[in-house]
């Protein structure tokens, strides 16, 4: 930490873990992010209140746009769809990138609260489906206007350049890729360092976790076509019968992780959908699986990708199928690594400032977050995990065994303030840690 910088931070972090625990110390400690939060809980609810599914994220970029621009940054919309990006130049000194999220979910809020979402939109493919703030991109939107603030109004407190983005269709898997092809790195400063959060389902309001390495996987969506030959379900000599061999296919891809993949690398192969057939005594032409395969490793995931490819097409031609299966990769996401040197840096400032026992060593999951295209961009890059549940009803459940809404239920619905204070107070203590004066 530097030393300049950690009045500021301590302050900052002190104030948001006195909210989050009902422990305030005096008034003017509190005064700067006290004084913000009545704005930033009508943006949150707001947003809320108003959530576009990914790629269509035109309102909320125009929202931060203008919230951005008011603040002193030059605002840039458009990058890769509805992505913004905001610099604050601040004299020499590194630039450090800081991310947040856009868009919502197809998902029907069922929270009960006052500003719960009652928005209906058309998706695609011309449904009719809900929209819901479901993974809390909302909470992120609003923490990073509440840092863009506090920064602005900061900057005899560190030198160099903030490059802050409001990143559209990370629900896709696509935003990230999208901005970094449209020149997020050629047309605007390449950072230094990356650095973002994700609010979470599983810790409490004023916590912060950390993962070292790998904390979110390669995810691919696999889709398998099995192809046989059809005809009436009285005479299955005369037919090849996809469902069958989609049977032993289903059956056979589990032994890729339990007898392929070696016991310390982490893998998932997962059949979400199989789909066959339209009646009774008919025997289908073919049947359709989705597969979602995950692990850590790029080595890892071209071997797994390869032993569905064999084994599907080693059960078909077993069972005499008129084809081989078509198999084809229709969405992917990178792995998330979090660069180790950054991470202890920014733990440790956590740890100064909100103290040792508020900052955990978070565990590796299996889930997706393209932030990770910045990392693989050659970025030293981090993503934290900021705790997003109520303090009493996490222990609560704790003690009772009772789940808690994941992120993606249309019961989810974070701690508002406590949350909020502390992504924004995360979100600046790691920029000041990046850009404090020399």
């Known amino acids: 930490m530097r030393k300049d910088a950690a009045p500021f931070t301590a302050f900052l972090l002190v104030a948001t873990l006195a909210s989050a625990q009902g422990a305030l110390p005096s008034a003017p400690a509190l005064a700067p992010l006290d004084a913000l939060y009545p704005e930033l809980e009508k943006l949150y609810i707001d947003l809320h209140q108003n959530p576009e599914l990914s790629l269509h994220e035109e309102k909320s970029a125009a929202k931060m746009a203008t919230r951005l621009k008011a603040l002193g940054y030059e605002a840039t919309t458009g990058v890769g769809g509805y992505g913004v990006v ?67 109004k900061a900057k005899d407190r560190w030198r160099g350049t ?17 901005m970094l092809k449209a020149g997020l790195f050629t047309k605007f400063p390449k950072p230094d360092f990356a650095i973002s959060f994700h609010d979470s389902a599983t810790d409490p309001a004023g916590k912060i976790s950390l993962v070292p390495g790998y904390a979110d996987a390669n995810v691919d969506s696999v889709d398998l076509t099995i192809y046989g030959r059809g005809g009436h379900g009285a005479y299955p000599h005369t037919t090849v019968d996809p469902i069958v061999i989609a049977a032993r296919t289903v059956l056979a891809l589990q032994t890729i992780v339990s007898r392929e993949t070696k016991p310390t690398d982490p893998a998932v192969i997962t059949v979400g959908s199989i789909h066959g057939g339209t009646k009774h005594n ?8 989705q597969i979602t395969v995950r692990c850590y490793k790029d080595e890892v995931r071209k071997r797994l990708l390869d032993s569905i490819d064999r084994i599907a097409k080693a059960e078909a031609a077993a069972a005499g199928a008129p084809k081989p299966p078509k198999m084809e990769i229709t969405e992917g996401t990178n792995a998330m690594y979090n660069d180790p040197t950054l991470t202890r840096r920014i733990s440790s400032a956590f740890a100064k400032t909100l103290g040792a026992s508020n900052v955990l060593e978070g565990e590796p999951v299996m889930g997706a977050e393209d932030f990770s295209e910045f990392g693989r961009a050659g970025i030293p890059a981090l993503q934290f995990n900021v705790g997003a549940v109520n303090p009493a009803k996490y222990e609560s459940a704790r003690k009772t065994g009772a789940p808690l809404p994941s992120l993606h239920s249309s019961e989810f619905a974070p701690d508002r303030e406590p949350t909020i204070k502390t992504g924004v107070a995360s979100l600046t203590v790691a920029a000041l840690e990046l850009l404090g004066k020399p």
């Open 282 to 289: 008919i025997i289908s032409d073919e049947v359709k699986l």
């Open 162 to 178: 903030l490059f802050l983005v409001a990143q559209p269709a990370e629900e896709k898997g696509s935003g990230a890729e999208a």
């Open 86 to 152: 905001a610099l604050l130049k601040n004299g020499k000194g590194p630039t450090v990138l800081v991310r947040e999220d856009m868009d919502a979910l197809p998902v029907e809020e069922r929270t009960g609260l006052p500003y719960a979402s009652k928005v209906t939109t058309k998706d695609d493919s011309g449904a009719t489906v809900s929209v819901m703030h479901a993974c809390g991109h909302d909470i992120h939107m609003t923490s990073l206007i509440g840092a863009a603030t506090l920064l602005a």
